[in-house]
């Protein structure tokens, strides 16, 4: 489990029920350089991944439909993935 929560970061909102809400929120260990994990919910596969390249973290997030992801990257950064779909957010390495 903690590769989805932490390492993936797949975190289900207490506020929503059944996973029509969550955090995208990866914790990158050192010496990893990707993970990826998925988690089957009601509403279809919320699929959370993320890669290291070169000076670049890459992390990619899939919404089911009717579901939305508060997005919190390693920097602090924060998206919002609201619509069903893939979305990848890029940020660069400190």
């Given at each position: 489990?903690?590769?989805?929560?932490?390492?993936?970061?797949?975190?289900?909102?207490?506020?929503?029920?059944?996973?029509?809400?969550?955090?995208?929120?990866?914790?990158?260990?050192?010496?990893?350089?990707?993970?990826?994990?998925?988690?089957?919910?009601?509403?279809?596969?919320?699929?959370?991944?993320?890669?290291?390249?070169?000076?670049?973290?890459?992390?990619?997030?899939?919404?089911?439909?009717?579901?939305?992801?508060?997005v919190v990257l390693p920097d602090g950064a924060r998206a919002t993935a609201g619509r069903p779909g893939t979305s990848t957010h890029?940020?660069?390495?400190?």
């Amino acid at each position: 489990m903690r590769l989805h929560t932490h390492t993936a970061g797949i975190q289900l909102l207490d506020d929503a029920p059944a996973y029509r809400r969550f955090r995208v929120a990866p914790h990158p260990a050192d010496g990893l350089t990707w993970a990826e994990a998925v988690h089957d919910s009601p509403y279809g596969r919320l699929e959370s991944s993320w890669h290291v390249d070169g000076e670049a973290f890459r992390l990619t997030v899939t919404v089911p439909p009717g579901t939305s992801a508060d997005v919190v990257l390693p920097d602090g950064a924060r998206a919002t993935a609201g619509r069903p779909g893939t979305s990848t957010h890029t940020r660069k390495r400190n």
